[in-house]
């Protein structure tokens, strides 16, 4: 006979997200501040990587909105959103927008003499 007495229920409350406001990717709140400064990392070396033309300005970080008080988190989120997909960059030759750690992935495939294909087009 067991005598296992079960913990105290847990809540079943998702784990909040958030967007990452570099990458668009989501993450947990508390994943996020971990992810945070390895993104911005990433993001200057794949930066310095892009000719002068396409590179960018180091992103910045949304401001959190509030209603009276309290965080308002879907307009947060909303706007780390926006934030990150204004740091795609654009292939020169396709003219799709990739993160720029993709666009590097993706250049391997589309180049001037031989552009990508646009996916699902006619
Ligand atoms: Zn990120
Ligand atoms: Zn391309």
């Given at each position: 006979?067991?005598?296992?007495?079960?913990?105290?229920?847990?809540?079943?409350?998702?784990?909040?997200?958030?967007?990452?406001?570099?990458?668009?990717?989501?993450?947990?709140?508390?994943?996020?501040?971990?992810?945070?400064?390895?993104?911005?990392?990433?993001w200057h070396i794949e930066?310095?990587?892009?000719?002068?033309?396409?590179?960018?300005?180091?992103?910045?970080?949304?401001?959190?909105?509030?209603?009276?008080?309290?965080?308002?988190?879907?307009?947060?989120?909303?706007?780390?959103?926006?934030?990150?997909?204004?740091?795609?960059?654009?292939?020169?030759?396709?003219g799709r927008s990739f993160?720029?750690?993709?666009?590097?992935?993706?250049?391997?495939?589309?180049?001037?003499?031989?552009?990508?294909?646009?996916?699902?087009?006619?």
């Open positions: 006979m067991s005598n296992f007495t079960p913990g105290p229920p847990k809540a079943k409350k998702p784990a909040p997200t958030v967007y990452c406001f570099i990458c668009g990717r989501q993450f947990g709140s508390k994943s996020i501040e971990i992810h945070i400064p390895q993104c911005l990392k990433k930066n310095n990587k892009l000719p002068k033309s396409q590179r960018r300005p180091e992103p910045v970080k949304p401001e959190i909105i509030k209603t009276g008080e309290t965080i308002d988190v879907e307009a947060t989120n909303e706007a780390m959103w926006q934030s990150s997909q204004a740091n795609l960059v654009k292939c020169e030759w396709c993160g720029p750690d993709r666009l590097a992935v993706h250049h391997r495939s589309c180049t001037k003499e031989n552009p990508a294909k646009r996916v699902g087009g006619k």
